[in-house]
């Protein structure tokens, strides 16, 4: 490697193969287009490609790939949720992904860790054992552990809080894990370029057309583009192209924001979340201390990061781990959250004919972008919602069907 | 810490206030079918733009109606509710 790094030193890196190729002009029309080249849009069009043979596909990025809430996340990945219809959804991800460094060809750093979240209430113990029932009926590792077991497994975390809010016990989930989440974003990209299909960076969507209630093209700033396929995946954009397909959605917009800490020697080999806290932490294999609290608590349609944030978080962090105290905050980042009022996704048909949406990814959908890519593609395909996500179709809010994930998706990402 | 300004309290900080939702008319009792109701409670413009807003004020219990451009996170003014149920 060094020896190849000096020779393109020398003779120029202009003639290197590109991860993908980067083409100059959108074609007037495609069988399908995905707005959002995040990892869900990435994905599918990975999967409409591999599993479907439909090649002529144009992935349109209005910034560049993997620059929304996908280079943003802090990565957990795992299946223990509340709900069978999420048990089963978020299990087929966790599948996929363990897979997926050799079907990419591309090392994603998948770490399995082991994944707690704390319960320092008796109503938090009891949504844990409810978790933990719902998961093993479904063939899934997760169980309720006492002080004791956490205390074995985590040494360094202070049970009893400083006193404030003891640890009572913890859902345990051993196959939760986190992963690059540049990796998937390019990985899938490589792999459906490699199958033919455009990926368009620097191309925003500025408006649907649609005609008798079918949609005929997208118009981008770079011109308009026909097609009868549309698949929006611009998490949290979602609105605002929804807006332009004219029918609402329950999603609204709130920041959610994380932080690390400058790299420490490991100690904390697990992920550890906090229901009752509101916060969680990973050490990176870095050596960071990767930290989230839950959403913002209005609306707001920007990635600005606050000093409320950090001051919030460090508070409860060292209830946790009173050590860290001294350990100085790098980077703040924010992301845009699609929030659903029941915490599950909205994915499938919609009002307009040739129209899907997969959104409501608010603060948990990057465990599931390998699902989502792989059930979008298959319902774009055949106009018809793939039996995993039919029970996140959006019309489930006026028919009163919702699917109450809350408990599992509130703080636990 | 951001602070708020309103009616009758004048310029308070952000963490005295609880976010309380878009502002939203409902429809008729009695007219409206289960589907029109179910839209209501859950949908959203949710795009961004110049939003009035609930917004509570705790240590006084005094709900507000604001406006804020939910892309900048600027507050625009403040009614009170009493002011604001006779200013459509
Ligand atoms: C701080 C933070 C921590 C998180 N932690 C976790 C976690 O630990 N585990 C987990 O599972 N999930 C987590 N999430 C959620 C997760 O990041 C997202 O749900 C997921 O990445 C969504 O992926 P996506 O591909 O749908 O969206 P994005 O990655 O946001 O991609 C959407 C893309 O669409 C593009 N776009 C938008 N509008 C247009 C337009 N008009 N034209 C063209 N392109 C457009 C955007 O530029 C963007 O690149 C976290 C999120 C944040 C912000």
């Known amino acids: ?413 | 810490m951001k602070q708020i300004t309103c009616p009758h309290i004048g310029r308070r900080p952000l963490s005295e206030f609880v976010f309380g939702g878009e502002v939203r008319t409902p429809p008729k009792a009695g007219d409206a079918s289960d589907g029109e109701w179910g839209a209501h409670v859950f949908h959203r413009d949710g795009a961004p733009g110049i939003k009035r807003e609930w917004w509570y004020h705790g240590p006084t219990g005094t709900w507000f109606i604001l406006r804020r451009d939910t892309r900048t996170d600027e507050f625009l003014g403040a009614l009170d509710y009493g002011e604001a149920r006779h200013r459509p």
């Open chain 1, 1 to 413: 490697m060094p020896f190849r790094l000096l020779k393109l030193a020398i003779t120029g890196a202009e003639n290197e193969p590109r991860f993908f190729d980067t083409r100059e002009d959108l074609k007037p029309s495609y069988d399908v287009v995905i707005i959002g080249g995040g990892g869900h849009g990435l994905a599918c069009a990975y999967y409409l490609t591999r599993d479907h043979g439909v090649t002529n596909v144009a992935v349109l990025e209005q910034g560049y790939i993997g620059g929304g809430n996908t280079g943003r996340n802090t990565t957990i990945v795992r299946s223990n949720y509340l709900t069978p219809e999420g048990v089963k959804f978020y299990d087929e991800s966790v599948k996929l992904f363990k897979d997926l460094s050799s079907e990419l060809d591309l090392n994603i750093f998948y770490s399995t860790r082991g994944h707690f979240t704390l319960a320092h209430t008796e109503a938090a113990l009891r949504t844990s054992r409810w978790r933990a029932e719902v998961n093993k009926h479904y063939g899934i590792e997760s169980e309720v552990w006492d002080r004791d077991q956490i205390a074995r497994e985590v040494p360094e975390l202070d049970l009893d809080c400083g006193g404030n809010t003891p640890v009572l016990g913890a859902l345990y989930h051993a196959p939760g894990a986190v992963a690059r989440h540049d990796a998937i974003a390019w990985g899938y990209g490589r792999g459906a370029n490699n199958r033919g299909v455009e990926i368009h960076q620097k191309t925003r969507v500025m408006g649907l057309r649609i005609n008798g209630g079918q949609i005929i093209g997208v118009e981008t700033d770079r011109g308009f583009v026909a097609t009868e396929k549309v698949i929006s995946m611009v998490a949290g954009s979602t609105p605002r192209i929804t807006k332009m397909a004219g029918f609402e959605t329950p999603i609204e917009i709130h920041p959610l924001q994380a932080c690390v800490s400058e790299p420490v020697k490991p100690f904390l080999d697990t992920i550890i979340v906090s229901s009752g806290l509101h916060i969680y932490v990973s050490q990176s294999s870095r050596g960071e201390l990767v930290m989230g609290a839950s959403v913002d608590p209005s609306t707001l349609h920007s990635t600005r990061s606050t000093f409320d944030f950090v001051e919030g978080l460090a508070d409860k962090l060292l209830d946790l781990f009173p050590f860290v105290a001294g350990l100085k905050v790098t980077r703040q980042w924010a992301g845009m959250a699609d929030m659903t009022p029941d915490f599950a996704p909205l994915m499938g048909l919609t009002p307009v004919r040739g129209f899907y949406l997969d959104a409501g990814w608010g603060t948990w959908g990057f465990k599931a972008t390998p699902v989502s890519g792989k059930t979008m593609a298959h319902t774009a395909v055949h106009d018809r919602p793939h039996d995993l996500i039919e029970p996140f179709r959006m019309t489930r809010f006026t028919d009163y069907q919702l699917v109450g994930e809350k408990g599992a998706a509130s703080v636990g990402f």
